[in-house]
């Protein structure tokens, strides 16, 4: 197991960008696949984008792909999201999670949740 805790959330102007952490405390962080997922008021939780444990391989959100970009330091447990290009509809709280050796193409599975971070995209 790791414990999670996201950081870099706030506001932002339309068309900016963020970029978001999350520090995993544990063993064997290089062995998680992780993703990152957000959550919008008053709406399901939805995928963003996940990493392999290597960092070599990605998965994006149709919604996200080519603005959102996933990518980890496992020397120091942490993974990244840096958002690009934000518009009003990335306004979510935005959840890090992480599975041992979980296939990075099933969006299921995670077991390990960070708090979240909120994210306020203004115009």
């Known amino acids: 197991q790791v414990q999670l805790v996201e950081s870099g959330g706030g506001l932002v102007q339309a068309g900016g960008s963020l970029r978001l952490s999350c520090i995993a405390s544990?063993?064997?962080?290089?062995?998680?696949?992780m993703g990152w997922f957000r959550q919008a008021l008053g709406k399901e939780r939805e995928f963003v984008g996940a990493?392999?444990?290597?960092?070599?391989?990605?998965y994006y959100a149709d919604s996200v792909k080519g603005r959102f970009t996933v990518s980890r330091d496992n020397a120091k447990n942490i993974v990244y999201l840096q958002m690009n290009s934000l518009n009003a509809e990335a306004t979510a709280t935005y959840y890090c999670?992480?599975?041992?050796?979980?296939?990075?193409?099933?969006?299921?599975?995670?077991?390990?949740w960070g708090q979240g971070t909120q994210v306020t995209v203004f115009s």
């Open positions: 999670a992480g599975k041992r050796d979980g296939s990075i193409w099933n969006l299921g599975q995670y077991d390990n």
């Open positions: 990493l392999s444990g290597s960092g070599e391989i990605t």
């Open positions: 544990g063993r064997l962080f290089s062995r998680y696949t």
